[in-house]
């Protein structure tokens, strides 16, 4: 089983529509998470870090099941500059930390 | 404002030659990373650098791969024999203090082993 496993997509979505999109890790061990963006040929840009309380940044979502081992992004209102690659990301607590990245899903958001 | 910059932002080489990756942080970092994504995979983890010391390292940071930070700003990574399959983004990635759990990446360099 991957570490981090996301769907590839892409998810195509109108200007306004809600999009969700799910990560799974395997180590019941992980204590961060992080969305982050990523937009063509450029580096990973933070989105949002995920708190196990769930955590809400304007029209971003973050949510974090334990006992289920997934995290979840919810976009609302999605807008064309949404459009790019989300990727999740994952570490221990322990050691120096090194992130866990999934491949990522690609979002398209057209007019 | 960028926490890290990186140089060059494309470098092209022959393979068999060495190339030097340059990482500048911006404020004090405590932490650094260098990941790496071929074109089309994911976000790789290469190698984690702490007290200018490799704290941790992946399979893919074999001996052809080096790291160091000889004048306590630039961290740089060396590819000292490059393969065709090194051609790459390379990313680094740094982390303020050991409470902070989030990296930040700077803008990559471009890697094309020919």
């Known amino acids: 089983r991957k570490e981090v496993e996301q769907d590839p997509g892409p998810f195509n979505v109108p200007e306004g529509a809600t999009v969700a999109f799910n990560c799974t890790y395997s180590n019941s061990a992980s204590q961060s998470f992080f969305w982050y963006r990523q937009d063509c040929r450029k580096e990973p840009k933070l989105l949002m870090s995920?708190?196990?309380s769930g955590n809400e940044d304007g029209r971003f979502t973050a949510q974090l099941n334990r006992a289920s081992q997934y995290i979840s992004l919810l976009i609302r209102d999605s807008k064309l500059s949404d459009s790019a690659t989300y990727l999740c990301a994952v570490n221990l607590e322990t050691g120096f930390q090194k992130l866990v990245f999934g491949t990522g899903t690609r979002l398209l958001v057209s007019p | 404002e960028p926490e890290v910059t990186q140089t060059p932002s494309h470098q092209v080489t022959q393979m068999g030659q060495e190339v030097i990756l340059r990482c500048v942080p911006i404020s004090n970092h405590l932490y650094f990373y260098w990941y790496r994504q071929i074109l089309g995979q994911k976000v790789e983890f290469l190698v984690s650098f702490y007290n200018n010391e490799i704290s941790e390292k992946s399979e893919i940071f074999d001996d052809q791969f080096s790291v160091e930070r000889p004048d306590g700003s630039n961290f740089t990574l060396k590819i000292r024999s490059t393969k065709l399959e090194d051609s790459a983004m390379y990313f680094c990635?740094?982390?303020?203090?050991?409470?902070?759990?989030?990296?930040?990446f700077g803008p990559g360099t471009r890697l094309l082993v020919l």
């Open positions: 995920v708190y196990s």
């Open positions: 990635a740094v982390r303020r203090e050991r409470e902070a759990k989030t990296q930040y």
